[in-house]
């Protein structure tokens, strides 16, 4: 099972770009990457998925070395609708299990 | 489409009591799961389903059950309600075969509380 560890919090100001990263040291080879966005009272809604190298989607990309052992998902231009909890998902190949998520803040 | 309804959106249970959430989705997924969120945290997943007639326990499952008797349908069943179960359920679905697998879709959530 693909646990992940991602940074608790970050801050950031409207139109930063931000670069969150999640750490999956052991991901199994058939495994995609996936990112989520949750805001309060709301499940979390799907981001953006990719296996490696580079994926980019009209709200975010996502970036993935040659180890796969690592992804980083990146924001352009954040505005203050972008505050929210990010999770990277560790994908056990049936379980889907979260991880403690990264709350990020964007500030005017 | 509907996505992923779930029922009711809010419960007050006393301790000791018996309910059952609710989940329905419309997409043919075959892959269904409940989380529960309790306030500030992550996702904690409790029972999921692969198939009709299959389910397994997640990392919490102690003081739930499930059944899968129906592709669409995957309900939770609290026994003996306990303040510990205060907290947001989230039913979700996924097709769950290969690049798609990943993909949750979320109902909106049930509110317990237990008291």
């Known amino acids: 099972l693909a646990k992940t560890t991602q940074p608790i919090s970050m801050d950031s100001y409207e139109g930063q770009e931000v670069n969150i990263t999640c750490s999956h040291n052991n991901i199994a080879t058939n495994d995609y990457i996936t990112w989520y966005q949750q805001f309060p009272s709301q499940g979390p809604r799907f981001i953006i998925q990719?296996?490696?190298t580079k994926v980019t989607n009209e709200v975010a990309s996502l970036f993935i070395p040659a180890d796969r052992k690592s992804s980083t998902l990146s924001l352009p231009r954040v505005s203050l609708s972008d505050t929210a909890v990010y999770y990277c998902?560790?994908?056990?190949?049936?379980?889907?299990?979260f991880g403690t998520g990264t709350r990020l803040l964007v500030s005017p | 489409n509907a996505g992923v309804t779930q029922t009711p959106k809010f419960r007050i249970l006393k301790i000791g009591q018996s309910m059952t959430l609710q989940c329905t989705q419309d997409m043919n997924h075959n892959y269904m799961y409940w989380y529960r969120q309790d306030p500030g945290m992550g996702l904690k997943l409790i029972y999921y389903s692969v198939g009709a007639g299959i389910t397994d326990k997640g990392e919490v499952p102690n003081g739930y059950n499930v059944s899968r008797s129906t592709t669409e349908d995957f309900p939770l069943r609290l026994e003996l309600a306990a303040p510990s179960q205060t907290s947001v359920y989230f039913c979700?679905?996924?097709?769950?075969?290969?690049?798609?697998?990943?993909?949750?879709?979320f109902g909106e959530g049930s509110r317990l509380t237990v008291l």
């Open positions: 990719g296996y490696k």
């Open positions: 979700a679905s996924s097709y769950g075969e290969g690049q798609d697998a990943g993909e949750l879709f």
């Open positions: 998902l560790g994908r056990g190949f049936q379980k889907l299990v």
